[in-house]
Each structure stands twice: as C-alpha cells, then as structure tokens.
C-alpha cells in the first residue's frame, strides 16, 4: 500500500486514473486550490482533456500558529469558520476579522496574478473537479465548496492525493463524489505524504495554466463570464 508521492505531478498523475470516468466530458472543469493545488489539478487536467482553471480560496490561520486554520475565505464573500479551534483558544471575532481582511486583500492579488482583470469560469451546470495537494482541517475546502455551490454546478468532485480521516467524513456528505488516494489514520499534515513538498510559487501557477491553454482550450470547452 502506498504511503508517500514522489510529488505533486505524480500524485495528479495517480489521482487522474481514479477520475477517468470524466475524461473528453465536455460538462467537466477542473479546479485547483492555488497554489500547492494547481500542479495536481494540471496533471488530472492533461488526462482527462479537461479544461483547467483556479479557484482561489485563502485559510485564516490562528496568529503566531499560521499553519492552525481557524476557517477559511473564497472568492464570492464565502467565509468558514472553524468553531472548535475558535471557542478552544477564545480567539475574538474582531481577531477574525482583522485576519480575514488581510487574506481577503491577498486573495484579490491572486485572483489578479492568475488571472488579471479577465474572466473566471462559468460554473452553472458543470461538472467540477475541485482539486487540491492535500486535505488537513478541511476549512479551506469547505469554503470552496460553498463558494462553488452558489454558482449552481450540476455535481461537485473533491479529488485530493491525501486527506485526514475526520476531513475525508465530513466532506463527502457535501459533495457529490469525493475521492482520496490515502486516508491514513495518523495523519498529521500534508506534507508528510510528500517526498518533495516544495512550495509552489505564484510563477508556477501561471506557467501551468498557460501550459493548460488557459486563454484558448478552456474557451473550448467552458463559457466565461466577467468578474463581478
């Protein structure tokens, strides 16, 4: 049984054979969570002659342990928050709020590094593929997931290389499919899955989804609308 990927593109190589069902589907998009999430979702994308594009979503992490997400925030004004790591710690909403506003300034840059003041895809009525390297608390795919819901898909698939146990449950009942290559028991975080769990830079997401063919074989496939 597999314990650990060699890295993201073999584990978007592994997860894309799991997704074959979906592949040459016109209703199908494919989503990754920039920026660990995008090098797998490029990989499932190329497989599965799928078009590819992100959805940006920023966690809120607990100030002086950034790597605790005390929720999350995506684009749409979507925010989850993690109620346990809140009331445990008695952090204060106006703490919340001052971390959301710093994430929600860096989510806007992103959305503008990925995709500058063009068009992000029509969802209503596809099949999304939503995409990441890997699931810990699940806030961060959960606020996607809500964000996604609004725009009316007609099935939403989470497909992650690994996920922890308590995430893995309780996102599958809010979504149509969800797939997870590992679930292991002791899990502790993403990256220990990882034999090379370098950073991805916001370089790297560009270069992918222009490799993907961003500005003309997602057009193929998806209409676009304007940001609000």
Same mark, same amino acid.
């Given at each position: 049984m597999r314990d650990s990927f060699q890295d993201r593109v073999q584990s978007g190589q592994l997860l894309a054979k799991?997704?074959?069902a979906y592949a040459t589907r016109k209703d199908v998009i494919v989503l990754g969570l920039p920026r660990g999430g995008v090098p797998v $979702?490029?990989?499932?994308?190329?497989?599965l002659n799928a078009p590819?594009?992100? +959805?940006? &979503? *920023?966690?809120? #992490? &607990?100030?002086?342990? =950034? %790597?605790?997400?005390? #929720?999350? /925030? $995506?684009?749409g004004g979507v925010r989850v928050l993690n !109620? !346990? &790591?809140?009331?445990?710690?008695?952090?204060?909403? %106006?703490?919340? !709020?001052?971390v959301a506003a710093e994430e929600e *300034?860096?989510?806007? *840059?992103?959305?503008?590094? @990925? =995709? #500058?003041? #063009?068009?992000?895809?029509? /969802?209503?009525?596809?099949?999304? /593929?939503?995409?990441?390297?890997?699931?810990?608390?699940?806030?961060?795919? =959960?606020a996607a997931v809500l964000a996604l819901k609004k725009q009316h898909p007609? *099935?939403?698939? /989470? $497909?992650?290389?690994?996920? $922890?146990?308590?995430?893995?449950?309780?996102?599958k009942h809010e979504v149509g499919e969800m797939i997870a290559l590992m679930v292991p028991e002791e899990f502790y975080?993403?990256?220990?899955? @990882?034999?090379? +769990?370098?950073?991805?830079?916001? %370089?790297? &997401?560009?270069?992918?989804? %222009?490799?993907?063919g961003h500005g003309s074989n997602v057009a193929k496939h998806a209409t676009y609308d304007a940001h609000d």
């Open positions: 799991e997704l074959a $979702a490029f990989e499932v994308a190329r497989k590819l594009d992100v +959805f940006v &979503v *920023r966690k809120l #992490g &607990v100030p002086g342990h =950034r %790597e605790l997400a005390m #929720g999350a /925030i $995506a684009t !109620d !346990d &790591v809140i009331r445990s710690l008695h952090i204060p909403p %106006e703490l919340i !709020d001052s *300034r860096e989510l806007h *840059r992103r959305e503008i590094a @990925y =995709r #500058g003041h #063009g068009a992000s895809p029509a /969802i209503s009525g596809k099949s999304v /593929i939503l995409v990441d390297d890997g699931i810990a608390t699940g806030s961060t795919m =959960r007609a *099935r939403i698939i /989470i $497909a992650v290389p690994t996920a $922890a146990p308590s995430s893995y449950r309780d996102l975080a993403v990256g220990q899955f @990882y034999e090379d +769990f370098s950073q991805t830079t916001d %370089e790297e &997401v560009t270069r992918l989804l %222009e490799e993907a």
